[in-house]
């Protein structure tokens, strides 16, 4: 008998990188091993030397199939010397986590994303204008006026968490059709396998209903929400005191740091980052306590506690989770290490 692994990969595709994944019949018992596609085909390659690598990195049950089989998050390498591809940014991300172990840094990510059907939002309407009524009653909401794909989200928590993933929870957003699940607290590392591998099965899922589902930055020009990927953050320091949490959000502040910050938070964030529908503009940097206008809030808890995490509120929904977390990694830890 044999089982079937779907080996799942990152591409090319600029500016915003789509997922790919194929199939591999291995008998009962067998070890997944590396495998290879064609990365001309993916904006990885050039047609005359067009192999690359796929390296297992994250291995599940695949809560679709059912039974042995199995999902496979891989990495790419380039087969002459089995280095890293340049897309792959999950390399950077385990040197990172190496270099700060002993900080014990904490990730938990808040993907915002929006169910499109028929090329539209799911829920607006099909005719006369096609826009639903203003936002407001959406967000958190109940009821067949203010919520659309709602079995889809339904489904796809019940893949993360048969798939064993670290997903901890999910809400309808402030636009229709909107939505969001969060991955955390884990890693530096495991919080990009466990977001990948969560967009995965949100877009194999939302594929069943005939729906795509969107991580654009700004779907819907004029006021409607933008979608993020808010990113909360802690070191072991950070959890006991709060001299930490103040050093953090003021290291993310330092000079030069707020632009490539900015450079790493994803394709379309001049469009987001407006400075309106709870965003602070991209050309500023505060933080505060409770502050949803801040680029980083400080949760009221936090405050309270003297102790506790930030959330890094400008990541768009299209970033790649690996550069954001080895790069929030590099500038909080840097910088406590030098204490
Ligand atoms: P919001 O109020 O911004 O919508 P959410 O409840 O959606 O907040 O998300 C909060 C996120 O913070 C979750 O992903 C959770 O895992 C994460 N989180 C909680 N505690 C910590 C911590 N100590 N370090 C890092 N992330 C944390
Ligand atoms: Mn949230
Ligand atoms: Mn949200
Ligand atoms: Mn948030």
Same mark, same amino acid.
């Given at each position: 008998?044999?089982?079937?692994?779907?080996?799942?990969?990152?591409?090319?595709?600029?500016?915003?990188?789509?997922?790919?994944?194929?199939?591999?019949?291995?008998?009962?018992?067998?070890?997944?091993?590396?495998?290879?596609?064609?990365?001309?085909?993916?904006?990885?390659?050039?047609?005359?030397?067009?192999?690359?690598?796929?390296?297992?990195?994250?291995?599940?049950?695949?809560?679709?199939?059912?039974?042995?089989?199995?999902?496979?998050?891989?990495?790419?390498?380039?087969?002459?010397?089995?280095?890293?591809?340049?897309?792959?940014?999950?390399?950077?991300?385990?040197?990172?986590?190496?270099?700060?172990?002993?900080?014990?840094?904490?990730?938990?990510?808040?993907?915002?994303?929006?169910?499109? @059907?028929? #090329?539209?939002? *799911?829920?607006?309407? /099909?005719?006369?204008? %096609?826009?639903? !009524?203003?936002?407001?009653?959406?967000?958190?909401?109940?009821?067949?006026?203010?919520?659309?794909?709602?079995?889809?989200?339904?489904?796809?928590?019940?893949?993360?968490?048969?798939?064993?993933?670290?997903?901890?929870?999910?809400?309808?957003?402030?636009?229709?059709?909107?939505?969001?699940?969060?991955?955390?607290?884990?890693?530096?590392? @495991?919080? #990009?396998?466990? *977001?990948?591998?969560? /967009?995965?099965?949100? %877009?194999?899922? !939302?594929?069943?209903?005939?729906?795509?589902?969107?991580?654009?930055?700004?779907?819907?020009?004029?006021?409607?929400?933008?979608?993020?990927?808010?990113?909360?953050?802690?070191?072991?320091?950070?959890?006991?005191?709060?001299?930490?949490?103040?050093?953090?959000?003021?290291?993310?502040?330092?000079?030069?740091?707020?632009?490539?910050?900015?450079?790493?938070?994803?394709?379309?964030?001049?469009? /987001?980052?407006?400075?309106?529908?709870?965003?602070?503009?991209?050309?500023?940097?505060?933080?505060?306590?409770?502050?949803?206008?801040?680029?980083?809030?400080?949760?009221?808890?936090?405050?309270?506690?003297?102790?506790?995490?930030?959330?890094?509120?400008?990541?768009?929904?299209?970033?790649?989770?690996?550069?954001?977390?080895?790069?929030?990694?590099?500038?909080?830890?840097?910088?406590?290490?030098?204490?």
């Amino acid at each position: 008998m044999a089982y079937r692994a779907e080996y799942i990969w990152i591409d090319g595709t600029e500016p915003v990188p789509l997922m790919r994944s194929k199939t591999k019949i291995l008998p009962d018992g067998a070890e997944v091993g590396v495998w290879g596609f064609d990365g001309s085909s993916t904006n990885q390659a050039q047609g005359a030397n067009s192999d690359c690598v796929l390296s297992p990195v994250f291995i599940t049950p695949d809560p679709i199939r059912g039974g042995d089989d199995k999902l496979v998050l891989c990495e790419v390498l380039v087969p002459d010397t089995m280095q890293p591809h340049p897309t792959n940014r999950r390399a950077a991300a385990v040197e990172m986590a190496k270099s700060y172990a002993d900080q014990e840094p904490w990730f938990g990510m808040e993907q915002e994303y929006t169910f499109f @059907e028929e #090329g539209r939002p *799911m829920g607006w309407p /099909r005719a006369g204008y %096609y826009y639903p !009524a203003p936002q407001g009653p959406y967000y958190c909401g109940v009821g067949a006026i203010e919520i659309a794909g709602r079995q889809i989200v339904e489904a796809h928590t019940d893949a993360c968490l048969a798939a064993g993933l670290a997903i901890s929870g999910t809400n309808a957003e402030v636009m229709l059709g909107q939505w969001e699940f969060q991955i955390g607290p884990v890693g530096t590392v @495991e919080v #990009g396998d466990h *977001m990948w591998m969560a /967009r995965y099965l949100l %877009y194999r899922i !939302a594929e069943d209903f005939n729906v795509n589902a969107s991580i654009s930055a700004k779907p819907i020009e004029g006021d409607w929400n933008g979608a993020g990927c808010h990113t909360n953050f802690s070191t072991k320091a950070m959890r006991e005191g709060y001299d930490a949490v103040i050093a953090a959000c003021e290291s993310l502040g330092a000079p030069g740091k707020i632009e490539e910050h900015l450079a790493a938070y994803g394709h379309g964030y001049e469009d /987001r980052l407006t400075g309106d529908h709870e965003t602070a503009h991209y050309s500023e940097y505060r933080y505060g306590v409770s502050d949803r206008g801040a680029s980083v809030r400080i949760p009221w808890q936090v405050a309270q506690d003297q102790k506790g995490y930030i959330e890094d509120r400008r990541p768009n929904a299209n970033i790649d989770p690996y550069e954001v977390a080895a790069l929030m990694t590099n500038t909080v830890c840097s910088d406590w290490s030098k204490r």
